[in-house]
């Protein structure tokens, strides 16, 4: 089910990334705390009403060649205005409204999208009182709240929300035997060429199904009696100047890919190698529970020698510390190396992230890794773990039942997981593990 795109939008200072993080931070505490990943982040996955939704701090996507300020505000305004499906305007209740306020207003006024006017800062009544000069940028009623005191985000939510219901339809695209694929990466590492090296011949085999409701630019394909569907992102096609000048816009593009996918391939160019860019995206496909496949294209740019493929790896590994799983596949979309196969490996990827093991095989899994190496102990008690079953597929989840939650440690969660790994191989998919107290 694809979530709907929430894009806060507005100068710096106004507190977006406060508001981000708070709106944010229920969730994320659920799923572990990866260095790298959690920090500096641009996307999360929020819930209001048992609506799920995704929202994005504009305010942290990197606008290249500028240090001008309102040039880079209003660019990330065209972003959320191009992607989100409602756009949060945040403005600062203190400072009132700025030129550059009345800029963005202008724009976001113009695009006809569902915008909801935030004010912050307002602290106490007496700010909320100065909250009416906003009715003057005509984006409708302004809404005072404060993000470091927790106050209004409750309405605000739910004009967010009534926005989303009337613009996003529920979808519901599963269809359990198809695999769906995104190719995500920066612009120029070769998507669109890989994308065609794989489906170039088997064009012709595309069926038009009647009456699904998907984007009419997905891809389908058959190989090996395998369907797999290719969610279009910017850059998988063939591009004329104003493609170019979208791509820009591809990482909002390509975070939607990734929610309605189950596996992801991480395009790198082999020689450039990997970016911040590149891991916020694939971070954001690793808390998403998705398969993923680092793929490194134009193995034939790259200078070799023996043990290149090795040492190539070990960097990534080293680059990408929360991707220890995802396998690497060296290609190249020009003389078509290894691109044959993908197919296999997204389709091996595609059933580890989609695996199911008894309750059984699991507890003595984890019975056996306790009598190895024994649970953590603090402040003289010892974890004990009862009982682990797995609750979800896709990514797999897994359910620990112990006796304090508090007592259990990252370390040895990880320890745990690397058991279920050995024992299992889940290659390509994350795992999640979720700490209950049994009483
Ligand atoms: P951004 O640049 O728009 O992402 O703004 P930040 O989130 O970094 O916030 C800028 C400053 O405003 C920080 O010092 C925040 O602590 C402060 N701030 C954010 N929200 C509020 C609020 O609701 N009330 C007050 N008084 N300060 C806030
Ligand atoms: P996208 O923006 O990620 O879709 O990248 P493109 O597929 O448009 O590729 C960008 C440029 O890299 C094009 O000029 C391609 O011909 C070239 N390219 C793509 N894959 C390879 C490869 O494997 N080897 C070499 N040498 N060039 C490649």
Same mark, same amino acid.
């Given at each position: 089910m694809s979530k709907p795109i929430v894009a806060i939008v507005g100068r710096?200072?106004?507190?977006k990334s406060t508001l981000f993080n708070v709106l944010a931070n229920e969730r994320i505490s659920i799923v572990e705390d990866i260095p790298g990943v959690t920090?500096?982040?641009l996307y999360a996955t929020s819930e209001w009403l048992d609506r799920e939704f995704v929202i994005i701090d504009t305010g942290g996507i990197e606008i290249a060649n500028t240090d001008k300020i309102a040039v880079s505000i209003r660019e990330q305004a065209q972003i959320a205005i191009r992607e989100a499906d409602v756009i949060l305007f945040v403005c600062d209740a203190r400072t009132g409204i700025t030129d550059e306020d009345a800029e963005v207003a202008k724009l976001l006024r113009k695009s006809k999208k569902p915008i909801i006017l935030a004010v912050n800062k307002a602290d106490s009544f007496k700010q909320e009182m100065e909250?009416?000069?906003?009715y003057n940028l005509g984006l409708g009623e302004p809404i005072p709240i404060s993000a470091t005191n927790h106050l209004g985000l409750g309405d605000m939510l739910d004009s967010v929300m009534d926005k989303v219901q009337q613009t996003v339809p529920q979808l519901n695209d599963e269809d359990e035997d198809e695999i769906k694929v995104a190719l995500i990466g920066?612009?120029?590492?070769g998507k669109s060429s890989i994308f065609n090296a794989l489906v170039g011949e088997e064009r012709s085999i595309v069926s038009d199904q009647a009456g699904t409701t998907r984007d009419a630019i997905d891809t389908p394909v058959v190989k090996d009696g395998q369907r797999y569907l290719f969610i279009d992102t910017a850059g998988m096609r063939r591009k004329g100047k104003i493609e170019e000048l979208i791509e820009k816009y591809s990482i909002v593009r390509s975070l939607r890919a990734v929610d309605r996918s189950?596996?992801?391939? =991480?395009?790198?160019?082999a020689v450039d190698g990997v970016t911040e860019q590149d891991k916020k995206i694939v971070g954001y496909a690793h808390e998403a529970g998705k398969g993923i496949i680092l793929v490194v294209n134009k193995w034939d740019l790259y200078k070799k020698d023996t043990g290149s493929t090795l040492r190539y790896t070990e960097e990534l590994r080293k680059e990408l510390v929360?991707?220890?799983?995802a396998p690497v596949v060296y290609v190249s979309a020009v003389t078509m190396q290894?691109? /044959?196969?993908l197919p296999e490996v997204i389709k091996y990827v595609a059933e580890q992230n989609a695996m199911r093991i008894s309750t059984s095989v699991i507890n003595q899994i984890i019975e056996d890794a306790c009598a190895i190496n024994p649970p953590p102990t603090d402040k003289g008690r010892q974890l004990k773990i009862y009982f682990v079953t797995q609750v979800?597929?896709?990514?797999p989840t897994f359910v620990l039942f112990v006796?304090?939650?508090?007592? =259990? /440690?990252f370390s040895y969660q990880r320890y745990l997981e690397n058991k279920l790994r050995e024992a299992?191989?889940?290659?390509?998919t994350p795992i999640q593990m979720i700490i209950r107290a049994k009483n």
């Open positions: 710096p200072n106004v507190g920090r500096d982040r909250i009416f000069e906003f920066r612009p120029n590492v189950d596996v992801v391939l =991480m395009v790198i160019d929360f991707l220890q799983y290894r691109i /044959h196969r979800k597929i896709k990514p006796n304090n939650p508090e007592i =259990m /440690h299992f191989g889940f290659e390509g």
